[in-house]
């Protein structure tokens, strides 16, 4: 089937369907037999490293050093690195556990971005 026939099809498919298909583009399900499955969502959304960033209120090499430490889980996308959301979240929760090293690299980048606000 031509990229061309099955966009046709897409366009002219019920709600559901397009929710289906839409679903599983994002990331948010996978096919199984042709059919749409939710899964754990956040196994697979990834976000930027600058995005990690923001969301957990450090900056980009902080981000990286959590990486290379284990802490943050990361994906191959065409060629660049992304940080799995779960791995975010778990961080986040605290459900990945830390060593020292990565202990005194939080609390430096904390330390440094509490400097660098504006008061």
Do not use: H
């Amino acid at each position: 089937m031509d990229d061309m026939t099955l966009i046709r099809k897409i366009t002219l498919a019920s709600p559901e369907k397009k929710a289906a298909v839409v679903a599983v583009l994002s990331g948010a399900a996978i096919v199984d037999r042709g059919k749409a499955q939710d899964q754990d969502a956040d196994a697979y959304r990834l976000a930027k490293i600058t995005d990690a960033a923001k969301l957990l209120a450090v900056g980009r090499s902080t981000v990286y050093k959590l990486i290379k430490t284990g802490r943050l889980e990361t994906r191959d996308l065409n060629g660049c690195q992304r940080v799995t959301m779960r791995s975010i979240k778990e961080f986040i929760d605290g459900e990945r556990p830390a060593n020292e090293q990565t202990k005194a690299i939080i609390a430096e980048s904390k330390s440094r971005y509490a400097q660098s606000q504006c008061k």
